[in-house]
T-cell receptor, first 109, second 110 residues
């Protein structure tokens, strides 16, 4: 079983749609969780950290369920500029960060 | 503009060459990372330096040799690479999980 698993997509959605991505992780001792965004042929960039209580940043909401070892990202009112690959990242401890394979989002007008 | 600078942006080398990738950051973080990313794949951790000491080596072949001369600089020395080592090599710094990446060095091994 992979340490971090994501649905690769692609998710093709119209502008204005709400879309959700899921991520599961195998190590119950994992310490912290993050979503990154990567545009084509660019470096990954931190989108948001994921807290146990859930957190929101504008149109983006992240949730963590430690019991189910599950992380989610919800994007509301999708924009064309949201088109990218969304990477789930898990901190296994001791600076060891493991990236999921990524979920491709394509927002179309 | 990224605050992590990587050079060169592109590198083509033969299997017998020796070359180095360089990374510089002035963000004040004490951890620096090398990741390797192949096309349509996620970044894979190679090495982590913490306070200028190697703290993680993810069983990377010895043809890749990292070096951290000081808290701002990170090098990756390359020798006798294989064509399958062609990839984007990403340097990063930051607190665990909250990484700032450079734009990467795109390496092609012929």
């Amino acid at each position: 079983r992979k340490e971090v698993e994501q649905d690769p997509g692609p998710f093709n959605v119209p502008e204005g749609a709400t879309v959700a991505f899921n991520c599961t992780y195998s190590n119950s001792a994992s310490q912290s969780f993050f979503w990154y965004r990567q545009d084509c042929r660019k470096e990954p960039k931190l989108l948001m950290s994921v807290y146990s209580s859930g957190n929101e940043d504008g149109r983006f909401t992240a949730q963590l369920n430690r019991a189910s070892q599950y992380i989610s990202l919800l994007i509301r009112d999708s924009k064309l500029s949201d088109s990218a690959t969304y990477l789930c990242v898990v901190n296994m401890g001791g600076n060891k960060l493991v990236f999921g394979a990524g979920t491709i989002l394509r927002v179309k007008s | 503009d990224t605050e992590v600078t990587q050079t060169p942006k592109h590198l083509v080398m033969g299997m017998t060459n020796k070359k180095s990738l360089k990374c510089e950051q002035h963000m004040g973080h004490r951890a620096m990372y090398w990741y390797k990313q192949k096309a349509k794949k996620p970044p894979e951790l190679m090495f982590v330096y913490s306070y200028e000491k190697l703290s993680i080596n993810e069983s990377v072949p010895s043809r890749f040799s990292p070096e951290c001369p000081n808290s701002s600089l990170l090098n990756l020395h390359l020798h006798a690479l294989q064509p399958e080592d062609s990839a984007l090599y990403l340097c990063a710094t930051g607190a665990p999980g909250e990484l700032f990446f450079g734009e990467g060095s795109r390496l092609t091994v012929l």
